[in-house]
């Protein structure tokens, strides 16, 4: 599920209003590439000493040359937290994706927390819900 809206694409070989999967495809190279380094490097940032990353999404622009990455910890609610501490290690990682990816330019990184399992969890405690289900007319719980 992406979290930017879709945007024309003048370029592409979708067609007319057909975004192209060029930054589809380096999203998801980012994204992996991002993961690894998370998973293997050991910052000397205080704030992320032994703090487990997770990158969920990256959405890279259409001219390649901005990437928000969405990041979680699992079981945590304190990424937002982090975020500082992350835009302080995004020129590292972009020194490290140049080194990684086969880019004419490697995209400027954004960090966001990445909300979409807590809203999931919301809904998913709002469908269950007495009233809910007392409206939908389901009336056993499970």
Do not use: C, W
């Not at 975004?19 to 991002?34: A, D, I, N, Q």
């Amino acid at each position: 599920m992406s979290r930017r809206p879709s945007s024309p694409d003048l370029h592409g070989i979708g067609g007319e209003g057909a975004p192209s999967t060029r930054p589809l495809r380096v999203g998801e190279e980012v994204r992996r590439v991002l993961s690894s380094l998370f998973t293997k490097t050991e910052f000397r940032d205080p704030d992320l000493h032994d703090v487990h990353i997770t990158v969920t999404e990256v959405s890279v622009s259409p001219d390649l040359r901005q990437a928000t990455v969405y990041v979680t910890r699992l079981g945590r609610s304190d990424v937002s937290a982090l975020l500082p501490a992350l835009k302080r290690i995004a020129p590292y990682l972009r020194t490290q994706l140049a080194r990684t990816l086969r880019l004419r330019t490697v995209p400027a990184l954004h960090f966001e927390a990445d909300t979409a399992l807590d809203h999931a969890m919301e809904v998913e405690s709002i469908l269950h819900s007495p009233e809910v289900q007392r409206d939908l007319g389901n009336d056993t719980e499970d």
